[in-house]
């Protein structure tokens, strides 16, 4: 499903003109997308307001100070005692009040991202050797042209359409 930032985007696209390399000068990529856009500026409060908090719960995201945690087994680290971390029930606090409930969903988080993150790695990993190889037996049977990472996922297989039912 379509979101309407990407129908935008798409929209964007098929209004900027492509360099040499068959992309887009990003500086107008991003005039044409501003064009296009209008604001609702309730909407935007709102999720400026969230993105404010949000980036209060990113580590570093306070003033470091002249404390750290020295953990066994772990490098030196700054204590950020105002960081705002959430218990996953709606609920947020600064790091120096929080509660076993706040740290546990903490943790809870930053492992589930650690594991999206070694997956996408991995997945980058594969496609990049995978295309390396192909773009270069390409290139020894001496082809010089559509070796870009689509023409490989077509050619080698590993691009599949999706039937409504999948």
């Not at 706040?102 to 996408?120: F, I, N, P, Q």
């Amino acid at each position: 499903m379509k979101t309407k930032d990407s129908e935008l985007l798409e929209k964007a696209q098929r209004q900027t003109r492509r360099n040499e390399h068959g992309g887009f000068v990003e500086i107008d990529l991003i005039t044409n997308l501003k064009s296009l856009i209008t604001i609702d500026v309730e909407a935007e409060a709102w999720r400026k307001a969230k993105s404010i908090i949000d980036q209060g719960t990113k580590p570093g995201s306070t003033e470091e100070t002249d404390r750290q945690l020295r953990m066994p087994g772990l490098e030196p680290y700054f204590y950020e005692a105002s960081r705002l971390i959430r218990d996953g029930n709606g609920n947020i606090i600064e790091q120096d009040k929080a509660t076993p409930a706040y740290k546990l969903a903490e943790l809870a988080r930053a492992t589930k991202h650690l594991h999206e993150v070694t997956e996408w790695a991995m997945r980058k990993r594969k496609e990049t050797k995978e295309y390396i190889h192909w773009e270069t037996s390409q290139r020894k049977k001496g082809r010089t042209a559509n070796l870009a990472f689509g023409d490989f996922v077509r050619e080698a297989g590993f691009l599949e359409v999706l039937t409504p039912s999948q």
